[in-house]
């Protein structure tokens, strides 16, 4: 896939300039947080024996989507700042090194931050109506989350301290599953915190392979993520300490035995850890992606219909 540029994102028309911003979203990236989504939806559905608000539940999508959107764009803001992204030699495109709207001057780096800050204005709008239905115990989880995904990027930087995995692990994981279904259900039941820690396993993983490639170019900005710490050999080896960790937590947890349809994602995620090891990041990457959306689909499918 060729990087953008002022050829194909000119912004002469509306629908073009509509185009470019959609796509400085990373748009193919938000199916991480709409999963997650989707798996506490599941959950709901099947604890009200398929008594929940549809609009609801699609309110829920939106607000993380545009949540997801904005702290991407946002990503893009202060890696641009820091220089991160603009000496990313090694970048994996589209995956790694950012969107490349700034570096390839599609769009200004103020125009990105404006951007950013708008999408996550939207999603807080979004959260606060969210709130108003299903009570102020969900105010603290998108509060936390807003915090998480503004802060994994902006200073004091979580990601530049090694703590980006936690965070996505969190934000799109934990906090998302159990966040739907106190919105739908009312309440957050033991299995939706066990739903949760097993999708931010997954989510993690893909952060964490997507951070191989920019190793060197995270480094010479200052921005120390765990795998620029451990090094590129040794964060191959540990991405799959993630799918491990999350297939423990299936077959540990409280969870319907359908849950455990989940464990059909150890076979792309096999395969990834085998060809991060060997030195095929590009191929590693879109593996961790199929993993995470095998596990999310598996777990709702085991929630419905099993």
Known sequence: MAEPNLEVFHGKTLGNRLATYFAATR?????ASILPVLVGIAWAWRAEHGLLSVALALLAVLGIVLIHAG?????????????????????????TGGSRFIQNNVLSEAETGRYGASLLVAGAVVGLFLVSQGGWSLLSIGLIGGLIAIF???????????????????????????????LLQGDIPEQAWWLGGIVGCYVAAILWVNSIPDIEADRAAGKLTLPA????????????????????????????RGA???????????IAVRNAVQGSIAEAIPLTLMTHALVCVSLIVGMVWL
């Open 71 to 95: 702290a991407n764009v946002i990503n893009d803001y202060f890696d641009s700042r820091n220089g991160s992204d603009a000496q990313n030699t090694a970048r994996v495109f589209p995956f």
């Open 152 to 182: 994994y990027s902006a200073p004091p930087c979580l990601s530049c301290r090694g703590l980006g995995d936690l965070a996505i692990a969190l934000d799109f994981g934990l906090l998302p599953v159990a966040g739907t279904v106190l």
């Open 260 to 270: 455990w349809l989940a464990l059909l994602g150890l076979a792309p995620g096999a």
């Open 229 to 256: 710490r451990v090094g590129a050999e040794r964060a191959a080896w540990l991405l799959g300490a993630f799918f491990a960790l999350g297939a423990v937590l299936i077959l540990l947890s409280p969870l319907p």
């Open 27 to 31: 748009p193919a990236f938000l199916t």
